[in-house]
Nanobody, 115 residues
Framework: QVQLVESGGGLVQAGGSLRLSCAAS????????MTWYRQAPGKQRELVAT???????NYADSMKGRFTISRDNAKNTVDLAMNVLKAEDTAVYYC?????????WGQGTQVTVSS
């Protein structure tokens, strides 16, 4: 079992920045890929960014150049630095961990960008 707790969400003006953090606990050694997703009201959940154990990253096109995912394997955390935020970035952001065949989710953290 893996438990994930997100933090760092909040209200920010357009053009501003936020940094989200996801802390993992439990059977940490089983985790390989960690991913940030988001879900805006009335929309499907979408991938934001992924990072593997080795540090390989992948971003959704609309986040490239604005968002940066990073991972601290010693602290069991994954951060998402978000810059030049736009109103359309408003969503609940979720942390996901893949461990073999299993997928674990955090409870989500709300990010609201005011225009």
């Amino acid at each position: 079992q893996v438990q994930l707790v997100e933090s760092g969400g909040g209200l920010v003006q357009a053009g501003g920045s936020l940094r989200l953090s996801c802390a993992a606990s439990g059977v940490i050694s089983s985790i390989n890929t960690m991913t940030w997703y988001r879900q805006a009201p009335g929309k499907q959940r979408e991938l934001v960014a992924t990072i593997t154990t080795r540090g390989t990253t992948n971003y959704a096109d609309s986040m490239k150049g604005r968002f940066t995912i990073s991972r601290d394997n010693a602290k069991n955390t994954v951060d998402l630095a978000m810059n030049v935020l736009k109103a359309e970035d408003t969503a609940v952001y979720y942390c996901n961990a893949r461990a073999g065949l299993y997928s674990y989710w955090g409870q989500g953290t709300q990010v609201t960008v005011s225009s």
